[in-house]
Nanobody, 127 residues
Framework: QVQLVESGGGLVHIGDSLRLSCAVSGRTFSPYNMGWFRQAPGKERVFVAAISWSGGSTLYADSVKGRFTISRDNAKDTVTLQMNNMKPEDTAVYYC????????????????????WGQGTQVTVSS
């Protein structure tokens, strides 16, 4: 199995930046497509961003496109979500996941039972 641990969440103001990290262990890191989802209070968990195992392909939700950047460092077994120009709508618990499947742009927006999740980290943007 693979273990994922998120870190970097906290309280920020509108327009601030924040960087989330996901440490991966338990298996070889590079074969996994990786992603971030988020869940606001009282709402469903939604897709944020994904990156292929090689880092050559990325995918973003429209709500974060141009503001968030997903990256990975396979040598360090780490996935990063750089969040810029943050808005109150970004307030949520952010979850890292390792996909169990290939890089399909449509399919990666929907998790399945074989994906692996971290515990989540809280991000709050003041209004």
């Amino acid at each position: 199995q693979v273990q994922l641990v998120e870190s970097g969440g906290g309280l920020v103001h509108i327009g601030d930046s924040l960087r989330l990290s996901c440490a991966v262990s338990g298996r070889t890191f590079s074969p996994y497509n990786m992603g971030w989802f988020r869940q606001a209070p009282g709402k469903e968990r939604v897709f944020v961003a994904a990156i292929s195992w090689s880092g050559g392909s990325t995918l973003y939700a429209d709500s974060v496109k141009g503001r968030f950047t997903i990256s990975r460092d396979n040598a360090k077994d780490t996935v990063t979500l750089q969040m810029n120009n943050m808005k109150p709508e970004d307030t949520a618990v952010y979850y890292c996941l390792a996909y169990s499947r290939g890089f399909d742009p449509e399919g990666l927006k929907i998790p399945d039972e074989y994906d692996f999740w971290g515990q989540g980290t809280q991000v709050t943007v003041s209004s």
